[in-house]
């Protein structure tokens, strides 16, 4: 568990797009006046859409561009000392499309968290819901897990979940399933922010008070059906 006893719970968020989960994240803590604070959106794109829309709301915005640096190695240098300067609690990956270094997986260990639009383990990688409508599944969904050294997996701090309708394309599944994306990371940073979150010896998540951390297709948490909540 990650101590922010002395302060709200810091987060640097990583984007390389549009970065509608990072405005979900922002409002939120916002709205609610979490004790958390959003100390940075960090991108490797400069033209990153959720770049600006942060600016405008008065939050430090920085571009670490992918393509200025020869190897991994050192652009996941370069990534982690812009990172630090913000000491955060927790760096949040939304979105961000570039796969990490051992190396920095590990400096943040227990602290790197990451939304994948799968249910993992099925479909790592890239074009999840095209994987999703090839195989032929029923349910799709999306999971947030702490990252580990391998490409999409990790323990898993939840999952969400949205049927697939035969009428669906990559897009429509892909927009069916971002609102779920959207109230589950909302609630992760409310469980982030009052310090809930652990990881137990076994390296499983557990979350204080809380039973399950299964989502459905309207984006509430099972057995709390309140779709105002997020
Ligand atoms: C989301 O579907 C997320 O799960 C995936 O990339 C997409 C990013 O969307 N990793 P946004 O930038 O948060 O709008």
Known sequence: MVNHQNGACRLVILISGRGSNMQTIVDTIARENLPAQVCAVVSNRADAAGLEWAADRGIETRTVPHRDYASRQDFDAALAAVIDEYQPNYVLLAGFMRVLTPGFVERYEGRLIN????????????????QALVDGVQWHGCTIHFVTAKLDHGPIVAQGIVPVLETDDPDALAARLLTVEHR???????????????????QRVRVAGVATRAFLPDGALLGQHSKEQA
């Open 184 to 202: 589950m990371y909302a609630q992760v940073v409310r469980w982030l922010a009052e310090g809930r979150v652990s990881l137990d010896d076994d």
């Open 115 to 130: 939304i994948h639009p799968s249910l993992l383990p099925s479909f790592p990688g890239l074009h999840t819901h095209q």
